[in-house]
């Protein structure tokens, strides 16, 4: 997967002056949600997403380094704010990853998009009107992803 914006979080090894330099990256996310996944612009959530975040280094190396603590928020963005709607924290494993799930509210950005009619290519389309905004994950102020947070799906049957 396309390694995406990190953070930088320095970190003092034990009895050592150096420091190392990590990032939490995220390696997988995904809804499992019974939304239609139709709304523009990347990836479809609406109250929950699926999360994996590995620690990597300088050189894109995945880094084992258990106990560390990882903060994630979720964020509904405009062109003049972002509003957190959900938050996530979690310790690393032995592996230098966690893996959780984030819940998030209602979309409370100021710029929510629609509604847009849309519907499933077939021989007998279904249609639905979404509303929708735009949102991100972000590990302290650095953007690790985005996503399309839904906000609400109307099923409007077979006729548009």
């Known amino acids: ?3 995406m914006a990190s953070v930088l979080l320095m970190l003092a090894v034990a009895g050592v002056a150096n420091a ?3 990032r939490p990256e995220i390696t997988a996310f995904q809804s499992k949600e019974r939304i ?5 612009g990347g990836a479809n959530a609406a109250r929950e997403l699926d ?9 894109g190396r995945a880094v084992r380094m258990p106990g560390l603590s990882i903060d994630l928020t979720v964020n509904d963005v405009d062109k003049v704010q972002s509003t957190v709607v959900g938050r996530l924290a979690g310790i690393t494993g032995v592996d230098g990853a966690f893996s959780g799930r ?6 409370r950005s100021s710029d929510i998009k629609g509604p847009i009619r ?15 905004a735009d949102a991100a994950i972000y590990a302290g102020t650095t953007r690790l992803a985005r996503f399309v947070h839904v906000c609400k799906e109307v099923y ?3 006729r548009p």
């Open 1 to 3: 997967m396309k390694r």
């Open 20 to 22: 190392t330099s990590v």
């Open 36 to 40: 239609t996944h139709l709304a523009p």
């Open 51 to 59: 999360i994996t975040v590995q620690l990597f280094d300088e050189a």
């Open 102 to 107: 984030i819940t998030f509210s209602d979309c």
């Open 118 to 132: 849309v519907h499933r290519i077939s021989n007998h389309p279904e249609y639905w009107d979404i509303t929708y």
């Open 156 to 158: 409007r049957g077979n």
